[in-house]
T-cell receptor
């Protein structure tokens, strides 16, 4: 059972466009992380959010944790080809022993 | 710089061979290590959790006798895929965590191809 559903699954956009990726669950998470993964490499941590309603910004990326800590979103402003990659959300459940449950993933392609 | 080194990065071998993958912590002592498997165009699926000095805890559906995990020190964990078959071909990724609320640091993965 996949606890974290991401949408969209695939996204192909032009350089300069904005986009939002969603990560939804029926479970409550003590913390949620976003990663970006490129082919043949391990995931690289972008951000960790822990407080319901929290918003964090990383240059052109804005991350939000839902008030109930069940969902999150990633918004990219003025996307660039370098943003291309697989975006993964991952959550830790309280009492889960620091195990991460990964989302289904969103494959983003930004074209010139 | 990298905090987790995974080796080898790519393995191609014949069916029936056992393959060992190493995961080393470069910058810190990792009390907990995680092993994941990722099939093409899919997300990461946790295989097992290991704590230094104790047996690994395997996720449901993962055969512990097939995927042997050893975490004998705070800087090294190994995953051995025993008698590998083509269906074991996948991208295997390890991660290490220093404990508490520290984030997980991921290795660069090992591409395993069984012919």
């Amino acid at each position: 059972t996949q606890l974290l559903e991401q949408s969209p699954q695939f996204l192909s956009i032009q350089e300069g466009e904005n986009l939002t990726v969603y990560c939804n669950s029926s479970s409550v998470f003590s913390s949620l992380q976003w990663y970006r993964q490129e082919p043949g490499e391990g995931p690289v941590l972008l951000v960790t959010v822990v407080t319901g309603g929290e918003v964090k910004k990383l240059k052109r990326l804005t991350f939000q944790f839902g008030d109930a800590r069940k969902d999150s979103s990633l918004h990219i402003t003025a996307a660039q080809p370098g943003d291309t990659g697989l975006y993964l959300c991952a959550g830790s459940i309280t009492g889960g022993g620091n195990k991460l449950t990964f989302g289904t993933g969103t494959q983003l392609k930004v074209e010139l | 710089g990298a905090v987790v080194s995974q080796h080898p990065s790519w393995v191609i071998c014949k069916s029936g061979t056992s393959v060992k993958i190493e995961c080393r912590s470069l910058d810190f002592q990792a009390t907990t290590m995680f092993w994941y498997r990722q099939f093409p165009k899919q997300s990461l699926m946790l295989m097992a959790t290991s704590n230094e000095g104790s047996k690994a805890t395997y996720e449901q559906g993962v055969e512990k006798d097939k995927f042997l995990i050893n975490h004998a020190s705070l800087t090294l964990s190994t995953l051995t895929v025993t008698s590998a078959h083509p269906e074991d071909s996948s991208f295997y990724i390890c991660s290490q965590q220093g404990g508490g609320n520290q984030p997980q640091h991921f290795g660069d993965g090992t591409r395993l191809s069984i012919l």
